[in-house]
């Protein structure tokens, strides 16, 4: 089992920049896929990036394509999420989940485990 626990959201104006973390507990985070999700309100869950549990295969909902990079730092038990030039469509609640599986997952019905969640609101 992984506990998950996000931070690093906030308030920032169109353009900008934020960083996510979401570090795990236990040792076996390295033995899990990981991802981001995000839920604006009224609206569902959707994936935003993914990452294999080692290595760097990573994929991406097109709407983040070349603004969001997901990385993980297996020795910290830690995975990011870099997001520049966001935009008020980027608004939303982001979550972290975490799969056993071994290559990238994209359907939140896979993933076995997840974070409470971090605001991202972007401004006009």
């Known amino acids: 089992q992984v506990q998950l626990v996000e931070s690093g959201g906030g308030l920032v104006q169109a353009g900008g920049s934020l960083r996510l973390s979401c570090a795990a507990s236990?040792?076996?985070?390295?033995?899990?896929?990981m991802g981001w999700f995000r839920q604006a309100p009224g609206k569902e869950r959707e994936f935003v990036a993914a990452?294999?549990?080692?290595?760097?295969?990573?994929y991406y909902v097109d709407s983040v394509k070349g603004r969001f990079t997901i990385s993980r730092d297996n020795a910290k038990n830690t995975l990011y999420l870099q997001m520049n030039s966001l935009k008020p469509e980027d608004t939303a609640v982001y979550y972290c989940?975490?799969?056993?599986?071994?290559?990238?997952?994209?359907?939140?019905?896979?993933?076995?485990?997840w974070g409470q969640g971090t605001q991202v609101t972007v401004s006009s």
């Open positions: 989940a975490a799969a056993r599986a071994i290559l990238v997952v994209t359907s939140m019905y896979e993933y076995q485990y």
């Open positions: 236990g040792r076996t985070f390295s033995t899990y896929a």
């Open positions: 990452i294999r549990r080692i290595g760097g295969s990573t």
